[in-house]
Protein backbone atom coordinates (compact mmCIF):
# COMPACT_ATOMS: atom_id res chain seq x y z
CA UNK A 1 0.00 0.00 0.00
CA UNK A 2 1.20 3.59 -0.49
CA UNK A 3 2.79 5.27 2.60
CA UNK A 4 0.45 4.64 5.53
CA UNK A 5 2.43 7.00 8.15
CA UNK A 6 1.36 4.05 12.00
CA UNK A 7 2.44 7.04 14.10
CA UNK A 8 6.05 6.54 15.37
CA UNK A 9 7.49 3.22 15.07
CA UNK A 10 10.83 2.70 16.78
CA UNK A 11 11.78 4.01 20.25
CA UNK A 12 14.94 3.63 21.95
CA UNK A 13 17.27 5.53 24.69
CA UNK A 14 20.76 6.14 23.62
CA UNK A 15 23.30 7.73 26.40
CA UNK A 16 27.09 6.91 25.21
CA UNK A 17 29.76 7.44 28.43
CA UNK A 18 32.43 9.68 26.18
CA UNK A 19 36.56 10.86 28.12
CA UNK A 20 37.26 14.21 27.58
CA UNK A 21 39.28 13.42 24.80
CA UNK A 22 35.83 11.98 22.88
CA UNK A 23 36.53 8.33 22.87
CA UNK A 24 34.54 6.36 25.51
CA UNK A 25 35.45 5.54 28.66
CA UNK A 26 37.33 2.06 28.94
CA UNK A 27 35.70 1.75 32.11
CA UNK A 28 32.07 1.75 30.47
CA UNK A 29 31.17 -1.99 29.23
CA UNK A 30 27.27 -0.92 27.69
CA UNK A 31 25.00 1.87 27.07
CA UNK A 32 21.09 3.11 26.64
CA UNK A 33 20.66 2.79 22.19
CA UNK A 34 17.80 5.30 21.29
CA UNK A 35 16.78 5.78 18.02
CA UNK A 36 14.94 9.27 17.10
CA UNK A 37 11.05 8.04 17.12
CA UNK A 38 9.15 7.42 13.69
CA UNK A 39 5.99 7.87 12.58
CA UNK A 40 2.91 5.73 10.07
CA UNK A 41 -0.52 6.18 10.16
CA UNK A 42 -2.82 3.70 8.44
CA UNK A 43 -4.94 5.92 6.28
CA UNK A 44 -7.88 4.47 4.11
CA UNK A 45 -7.98 7.17 2.08
CA UNK A 46 -4.71 6.03 0.31
CA UNK A 47 -6.70 2.60 -1.28
CA UNK A 48 -8.91 5.17 -3.12
CA UNK A 49 -11.69 2.70 -3.08
CA UNK A 50 -14.70 3.58 -5.64
CA UNK A 51 -17.52 2.71 -3.18
CA UNK A 52 -20.02 1.37 -6.33
CA UNK A 53 -17.10 -0.65 -8.19
CA UNK A 54 -16.65 -2.17 -4.63
CA UNK A 55 -19.60 -2.89 -4.18
CA UNK A 56 -20.72 -4.54 -7.55
CA UNK A 57 -17.45 -6.18 -7.30
CA UNK A 58 -18.50 -8.09 -3.65
CA UNK A 59 -21.42 -9.18 -4.89
CA UNK A 60 -20.11 -10.79 -8.06
CA UNK A 61 -20.22 -14.59 -8.22
CA UNK A 62 -17.16 -16.16 -9.02
CA UNK A 63 -17.53 -19.82 -8.51
CA UNK A 64 -16.49 -20.20 -12.43
CA UNK A 65 -14.87 -17.77 -13.25
CA UNK A 66 -12.54 -16.55 -10.60
CA UNK A 67 -9.89 -14.26 -12.43
CA UNK A 68 -12.94 -12.07 -12.72
CA UNK A 69 -11.86 -10.99 -9.69
CA UNK A 70 -8.63 -9.69 -10.28
CA UNK A 71 -10.52 -7.65 -13.19
CA UNK A 72 -13.52 -6.13 -10.85
CA UNK A 73 -10.37 -5.04 -8.03
CA UNK A 74 -8.80 -2.96 -10.93
CA UNK A 75 -12.14 -1.02 -10.87
CA UNK A 76 -12.64 -0.71 -7.26
CA UNK A 77 -9.57 0.19 -6.10
CA UNK A 78 -6.56 2.57 -7.71
CA UNK A 79 -3.61 1.24 -5.56
CA UNK A 80 -1.93 -1.62 -3.99
CA UNK A 81 -5.21 -4.12 -4.03
CA UNK A 82 -5.96 -7.55 -5.56
CA UNK A 83 -9.03 -9.59 -5.78
CA UNK A 84 -9.88 -13.52 -4.79
CA UNK A 85 -12.72 -15.68 -5.24
CA UNK A 86 -13.95 -16.55 -1.38
CA UNK A 87 -14.29 -20.31 -1.18
CA UNK A 88 -16.78 -20.32 1.06
CA UNK A 89 -19.63 -17.67 -0.47
CA UNK A 90 -18.11 -18.28 -4.39
CA UNK A 91 -18.33 -14.23 -4.73
CA UNK A 92 -15.53 -12.01 -4.73
CA UNK A 93 -13.39 -10.02 -2.22
CA UNK A 94 -11.39 -6.84 -2.07
CA UNK A 95 -7.42 -7.40 -0.41
CA UNK A 96 -6.27 -4.24 0.54
CA UNK A 97 -2.45 -4.07 0.93
CA UNK A 98 -1.06 -2.51 3.72
CA UNK A 99 3.11 -1.80 3.24
CA UNK A 100 5.09 0.64 4.61
CA UNK A 101 8.80 1.36 5.95
CA UNK A 102 10.79 4.32 7.30
CA UNK A 103 14.40 4.30 6.92
CA UNK A 104 16.80 3.76 9.90
CA UNK A 105 20.55 5.14 9.69
CA UNK A 106 22.14 5.12 13.29
CA UNK A 107 24.85 7.31 12.56
CA UNK A 108 23.12 9.78 11.00
CA UNK A 109 20.18 10.28 13.30
CA UNK A 110 22.94 9.34 16.62
CA UNK A 111 25.99 11.41 15.97
CA UNK A 112 26.88 9.84 19.69
CA UNK A 113 27.96 7.14 17.78
CA UNK A 114 30.51 8.69 15.59
CA UNK A 115 32.85 8.83 18.71
CA UNK A 116 33.42 4.85 18.65
CA UNK A 117 33.46 5.17 14.24
CA UNK A 118 36.33 2.70 14.75
CA UNK A 119 34.66 -0.05 15.78
CA UNK A 120 32.43 -2.30 12.92
CA UNK A 121 29.94 -3.53 14.99
CA UNK A 122 28.37 -3.20 18.95
CA UNK A 123 27.00 -5.42 20.90
CA UNK A 124 23.19 -5.01 21.03
CA UNK A 125 20.66 -6.65 23.57
CA UNK A 126 17.05 -6.04 23.42
CA UNK A 127 15.69 -4.75 26.46
CA UNK A 128 11.45 -4.63 25.60
CA UNK A 129 9.94 -3.80 22.40
CA UNK A 130 6.29 -2.24 22.96
CA UNK A 131 3.61 -1.05 20.83
CA UNK A 132 0.83 2.12 21.17
CA UNK A 133 -1.92 2.86 19.60
CA UNK A 134 -2.73 6.51 20.07
CA UNK A 135 -5.40 7.60 17.45
CA UNK A 136 -7.88 5.60 15.73
CA UNK A 137 -11.22 6.22 13.55
CA UNK A 138 -11.11 3.70 11.11
CA UNK A 139 -14.53 2.01 11.23
CA UNK A 140 -13.17 -1.96 10.66
CA UNK A 141 -10.60 -3.80 12.60
CA UNK A 142 -7.34 -3.78 11.19
CA UNK A 143 -5.43 -7.29 11.30
CA UNK A 144 -2.44 -8.80 12.85
CA UNK A 145 0.35 -6.62 11.25
CA UNK A 146 3.66 -7.93 10.90
CA UNK A 147 7.15 -5.70 12.07
CA UNK A 148 9.69 -6.14 9.56
CA UNK A 149 13.37 -5.60 9.13
CA UNK A 150 15.25 -5.30 5.91
CA UNK A 151 17.92 -4.02 4.24
CA UNK A 152 17.38 -0.43 2.60
CA UNK A 153 17.18 -1.86 -0.90
CA UNK A 154 13.90 -3.69 0.43
CA UNK A 155 11.03 -1.39 0.57
CA UNK A 156 7.74 -4.22 0.76
CA UNK A 157 6.90 -7.08 3.17
CA UNK A 158 6.81 -9.17 0.20
CA UNK A 159 10.58 -8.30 -0.39
CA UNK A 160 12.33 -11.74 0.34
CA UNK A 161 15.21 -9.45 1.93
CA UNK A 162 12.29 -8.75 4.87
CA UNK A 163 12.73 -10.85 7.91
CA UNK A 164 9.79 -10.70 10.38
CA UNK A 165 10.50 -9.59 13.91
CA UNK A 166 7.47 -9.03 15.39
CA UNK A 167 3.78 -8.70 15.36
CA UNK A 168 0.60 -6.17 16.35
CA UNK A 169 -2.41 -8.38 17.30
CA UNK A 170 -5.65 -7.24 15.21
CA UNK A 171 -7.02 -4.05 16.87
CA UNK A 172 -10.73 -3.66 16.87
CA UNK A 173 -12.47 -0.52 14.98
CA UNK A 174 -12.25 2.59 16.87
CA UNK A 175 -9.82 1.05 19.33
CA UNK A 176 -6.95 2.77 21.18
CA UNK A 177 -4.48 1.71 23.88
CA UNK A 178 -4.34 3.49 27.31
CA UNK A 179 -0.47 2.06 27.76
CA UNK A 180 2.12 0.42 25.87
CA UNK A 181 1.40 -3.29 24.72
CA UNK A 182 4.51 -5.74 24.50
CA UNK A 183 5.07 -6.64 21.01
CA UNK A 184 4.90 -10.01 20.13
CA UNK A 185 8.38 -11.11 18.88
CA UNK A 186 8.43 -14.25 16.20
CA UNK A 187 11.03 -16.85 16.81
CA UNK A 188 13.78 -15.30 15.39
CA UNK A 189 12.51 -11.91 16.10
CA UNK A 190 14.91 -10.72 18.43
CA UNK A 191 17.65 -11.93 16.59
CA UNK A 192 17.17 -10.53 13.06
CA UNK A 193 16.67 -6.70 14.77
CA UNK A 194 19.44 -7.28 16.77
CA UNK A 195 22.31 -8.45 13.90
CA UNK A 196 20.48 -5.03 12.57
CA UNK A 197 21.39 -2.96 15.08
CA UNK A 198 24.88 -4.41 15.62
CA UNK A 199 26.11 -3.24 11.88
CA UNK A 200 25.01 0.13 13.16
CA UNK A 201 26.84 1.68 10.16
CA UNK A 202 24.73 -0.06 7.80
CA UNK A 203 21.46 1.72 7.79
CA UNK A 204 18.30 -0.47 7.27
CA UNK A 205 14.58 -0.05 6.86
CA UNK A 206 11.71 -0.76 9.34
CA UNK A 207 8.34 -2.47 7.67
CA UNK A 208 4.90 -3.01 8.37
CA UNK A 209 3.02 -5.05 6.67
CA UNK A 210 -0.46 -6.51 6.63
CA UNK A 211 -3.67 -6.79 4.53
CA UNK A 212 -7.14 -5.83 5.37
CA UNK A 213 -9.90 -8.38 3.45
CA UNK A 214 -13.27 -6.74 2.47
CA UNK A 215 -15.79 -8.96 1.73
CA UNK A 216 -19.78 -8.54 1.11
CA UNK A 217 -20.42 -8.96 4.88
CA UNK A 218 -18.14 -6.18 5.77
CA UNK A 219 -17.65 -2.97 5.21
CA UNK A 220 -15.13 -0.60 3.06
CA UNK A 221 -12.43 0.73 5.59
CA UNK A 222 -12.79 4.69 6.16
CA UNK A 223 -10.85 6.71 8.59
CA UNK A 224 -7.29 6.04 9.90
CA UNK A 225 -4.68 4.79 12.06
CA UNK A 226 -1.87 5.77 14.22
CA UNK A 227 0.51 3.69 16.48
CA UNK A 228 3.73 4.22 17.56
CA UNK A 229 6.18 1.68 18.29
CA UNK A 230 8.99 1.69 21.34
CA UNK A 231 12.29 -0.22 21.53
CA UNK A 232 14.36 -0.32 24.41
CA UNK A 233 17.75 -2.09 23.74
CA UNK A 234 21.39 -1.29 25.54
CA UNK A 235 24.68 -2.21 23.76
CA UNK A 236 28.40 -2.91 24.52
CA UNK A 237 31.79 -3.11 22.12
Not at 85 to 104: G, K, M, Y
Not at 214 to 225: E, F, T
Request: glycine share 6%; charged share 15%.
Amino acid sequence: MTNFNLRSLLFTGLAVGVSGCGLIDSDVTNFDLTLPAKSFTIDAMNWQVDQSAATAMLSTSCGSMPAACMTAAASACRTDCTGTCSSETSTCELHLDVSLFQPIDLVTEKPELKSINDEPVIKVEIDSVNYEVESNTLNVATPEMTVYVAPMSAMSPKDPQAKAIGVIPATPAGMTTSVPQMLQFTPTGRAELIAMMNNYKTPFNIIVGSSLTVSSSSMVPNGKLEAVVYIKAHAGL
